[in-house]
């Protein structure tokens, strides 16, 4: 059996799952105090990363089953013929405590040369608005924003997806509002 020294089998590893950063600042409105026990999820992104927001949907989703919190969503189409009548629906039928609406700001990518016969990279980054909303009072009780960058030969759709909600969890619960 052939033996790798630790720092050789960590770079293996980091390789092989490729590289996600995520980076996320909030701000919370002091005054909303309900429990979250139902989220809609409503995500908006580029036609080019519908499939980053259908894996979002499924990320974010597990996350706040883990938690104990029941989650129904939807990936706004970029070319629907949905009104936001139909949306407003869904949200009214699913009676959550707080709707999650992510929205992608920003978008790049970066192709970067390795030299002679080496190849070349490629790095792909976004920033999202995070918003909480109190569908009652239509109150935006908390806001983040998320700037991702990821290797994208190395890194898969899914990956990025579930980095980023468990970023948005995670700050959730550190900022007072999940449990």
Not at 9 to 24: A, D, P, Y
Not at 145 to 172: C, G, H, P
Request: proline share 2%; aromatic share 8%; charged share 25%.
């Amino acid at each position: 059996m052939r033996s790798y020294p630790v720092t050789g089998l960590l770079v293996l590893i980091l390789f092989m799952s490729g590289c996600v950063t995520t980076k996320i600042q909030s701000q919370r409105d002091a005054s909303f105090s309900e429990e979250i026990q139902r989220v809609y999820v409503y995500s908006s992104v580029r036609m080019d990363e519908e499939e980053l927001a259908e894996a979002f949907s499924q990320a974010i989703e597990s996350k706040f089953g883990m938690r104990g919190v029941a989650v129904m969503g939807r990936v706004k189409d970029p070319l629907a013929l949905e009104t936001d009548d139909m949306i407003t629906e869904d949200v009214i039928a699913f009676a959550p405590t707080v709707v999650l609406v992510l929205t992608q700001t920003e978008a790049s990518t970066v192709r970067t040369t390795q030299g002679a016969g080496m190849g070349f990279t490629q790095s792909e980054a976004a920033v999202y608005d995070a918003s909480l909303y109190h569908p009652e009072t239509k109150k935006r009780v908390w806001r983040a924003m998320i700037s991702t960058s990821r290797d994208s030969f190395m890194t898969s759709q899914d990956a990025a997806a579930e980095k980023i909600a468990e970023k948005i969890v995670n700050k959730l619960i550190e900022d007072g509002l999940l449990g």
